[in-house]
């Protein structure tokens, strides 16, 4: 053939095909930018001058590796719209002599020209909001700014090799799939689905069963330790759940309401249910794809926005005073010491304490069976959800702490509890049963227990029963068991400059003297929970506006197959006397039912999810729970309105088909 023909074939088709064509071109360019701009941020120096970095760096090459995952399921998938269009025009080139060969050829050159402009233009794209990108964790992270344009040649290797890999396997795939076909099965490819799908009452049970089984498990978790280890279970089941419904479940639906004569038998819902169940087969898989992104854009989105809003109630709850100092409550003389130390050191510093705490404690964790308490090191995943903390205070220092007069007789004890409440009256102990005589509405805790992924129950005893648990203990648990420990915090109205430099003072004179102490500065910590949170926020939005990048591709396709599958169908429709106006409420009434279904499913997801999201974030201590209502509901709404307008843009394409092709006929 003549030289250049493949080259200028495929570029023609590309310019032809432009309607399926240039949304996929520009998801490749904006998908291969946002790999290019995270792997870059995780390489930036400038990072490296802000506390809390390693943080920072791990959350952003964990974000690049999630990008290089996603982008090279969602091409593949996406390509497959792509295909299933051009598979009629390849059975046409084929009978009118072109070899499968030349076939191959002409797909390889599309490949070369979709590679070349995807690659190129995402990384200009990347480069030129890389810096922008910097600026914003910047601005949410308060740290210094690196001046000067940072290029990560690294990144842009890695970006230009990741795509380059996935366009050659996505054209060794398209090339799979034309020589597989013979040319009528590739005319006809663009019409496959029409047959009446079969009701599989087997998978819609199974996928009633797997629904009903993650949603269980979600709101069946008390324990944040049993939220983390059963998440992933619960979200494979609610995801498989999801595609067996849509799948299975809506055509035994769709047919259900076809033998309710009363509701059947009416023009609109006569078309409108005859075609879906006509098209759910084809269209099920892309209706769950949105779903199951728009669900995870909205968990992700509406967690690290609560992560990061919440963050000093979190900073607060890790860190209870400013300054808390941790001590072995056996050296009681040697810990007197340490505190003189601390006090001078105040003086010295002229460092005005505000509010002091002080009380010892013994904290050791059991597995609790209803008002039941054994510290048995048996293990298991079932027994995740037993796993308590329980801290032991002497009723005296609770008084002193709190300024109240609480009384407790022999045998009595009372409770404040952490992330799950204790309801039972009793507590069994040892082989012994204390009376619950009342709540502790607030105590002061330890931060290192705030910091702690189980429950945490606060038990304020007497003394002799403080002394007697701290003995049956350590017989229980010998060389495993816990020492008496003693707590001393104070608050100050310093800025946050001089307390860290306090706090550097403090620990090199503790060093010196040799004191077992751990000194923690929530001053100084600041930085890392920002910078942790930070990141967390800034790939939880990232990753949600590709997602939903995914989904407005993903409709948008949705959108021009069926208009192309409907067209015929409305013809027909209209030589039968179906007028213009019943032809655009059947349309609106059709559309509007199969697209708001994943957005209403979606928001069911995470209503459901809700009680296991609030326990994880719980371990991350943010204990606000009406913070993380309040940003799930808000960013529904906007997700909604969103969704909404990506309705309304991408419906124009399938009005355009299928109402144009009818008024024609008229």
Not at 143 to 149: A, D, I, K, P, V
Not at 541 to 566: C, N, P, R, W
């Amino acid at each position: 053939m003549k030289k250049g023909f493949y080259p200028k074939l495929a570029a023609g088709n590309i310019r032809k095909n432009g309607r399926t064509y240039i949304p996929y071109l520009l998801t490749c360019m904006v998908t291969a930018a946002m790999y290019y701009i995270v792997r870059s941020l995780s390489l930036n120096p400038g990072l490296e001058q802000m506390a809390g970095t390693n943080y920072l760096n791990q959350t952003m090459f964990l974000g690049s590796r999630i990008i290089a995952v996603f982008a090279f399921v969602f091409l593949f998938y996406t390509n497959s719209f792509l295909m299933k269009r051009r598979k009629k025009e390849f059975g046409v080139f084929n009978i009118l002599g072109m070899e499968k060969k030349h076939l191959a050829r002409v797909l390889g050159w599309e490949s070369i020209y979709v590679t070349l402009l995807g690659i190129g233009f995402g990384l200009g794209l990347g480069l030129a909001l890389d810096k922008a990108m910097y600026l914003v964790i910047n601005l949410v992270l308060g740290g210094e700014l690196f001046f000067g344009f940072f290029v990560s040649s690294k990144a842009i290797v890695e970006t230009a090799l990741l795509f380059a890999v996935i366009f050659l396997l996505i054209c060794l795939n398209s090339i799979r799939q034309v020589y597989k076909a013979n040319p009528i099965e590739l005319i006809l490819a663009g019409n496959a689905g029409e047959k009446e799908p079969e009701t599989k009452w087997f998978l819609t049970l199974a996928g009633l069963a797997a629904l009903g089984g993650g949603y269980y498990i979600a709101f069946t978790t008390r324990n944040p330790i049993a939220s983390l280890l059963f998440f992933f279970v619960a979200v494979l089941l609610v995801i498989a759940a999801t595609y067996l419904l849509f799948t299975a479940g809506s055509i035994a639906f769709l047919k259900m309401l076809r033998k309710n004569k009363r509701y059947y038998y009416q023009t609109r819902h006569f078309v409108s249910i005859s075609s879906m169940i006509y098209r759910m087969k084809q269209n099920a898989v892309g209706l769950a794809n949105i779903c199951v992104l728009s669900t995870m854009v909205l968990v992700m989105v509406s967690s690290t926005t609560s992560l990061m809003m919440g963050i000093e109630d979190i900073i607060r709850t890790r860190y209870p005073a400013d300054f808390m100092l941790y001590f072995n409550g056996a050296a009681e003389a040697e810990n007197e010491a340490a505190i003189t130390v601390t006090r001078d050191l105040q003086e010295e510093r002229n460092l005005h304490v505000t509010e002091e705490i002080s009380y010892t404690y013994l904290a050791f964790s059991a597995f609790c069976d209803g008002d039941t308490f054994s510290v048995e090191r048996d293990f298991t995943l079932g027994s995740a959800d037993a796993i308590i903390a329980l801290f032991f205070v002497p009723l005296s220092e609770y008084n002193s702490l709190t300024g109240e007069d609480r009384m407790l007789t022999e045998g009595e004890v009372l409770i404040h509890s952490e992330r799950r409440e204790y309801d039972y009256p009793t507590l069994k102990l040892f082989g012994r049963e204390y009376t619950v005589a009342g709540k502790a509405e607030e105590f002061v805790g330890s931060g290192i227990f705030a910091a702690n992924i189980a429950t945490t129950q606060y038990i304020i005893v007497t003394e002799d029963t403080f002394r007697e648990v701290y003995q049956k203990q350590q017989e229980a648990l010998q060389e495993d068991a816990a020492d008496i420990q003693q707590v001393y915090g104070f608050d100050t109205d310093a800025e946050e400059e001089s307390q860290i430099t306090f706090y550097e003072a403090l620990r090199e004179k503790m060093n010196r003297t040799g004191t077992a102490v751990r000194v923690e500065s929530m001053a100084e910590s600041r930085s890392s929970f920002v910078s942790m949170y930070g990141g967390f926020f800034f790939i939880g939005v990232f990753l949600g506006i590709l997602f939903i990048m995914a989904t407005v591709l993903i409709i948008y396709y949705k959108q021009i197959s069926e208009g192309y599958d409907d067209k015929a169908r409305f013809e027909i429709l209209q030589k039968v006397g179906m007028d213009q106006d019943e032809i655009k409420d059947t349309i609106h009434s059709q559309v509007l039912t199969v697209f708001f279904l994943p957005l209403a499913v979606a928001g069911m997801h995470v209503a459901a999810a809700f009680p296991m999201i609030s326990k994880l974030l719980a371990l991350l201590n943010l204990l606000n729970t009406g913070l993380y209502i309040v940003c799930t509901i808000v960013c529904f709404l906007i997700f909604a309105v969103m969704y909404s307008l990506i309705y309304l843009l991408t419906s124009r394409s399938y009005y355009r088909i299928v109402l144009l092709s009818t008024q024609r006929r008229q």
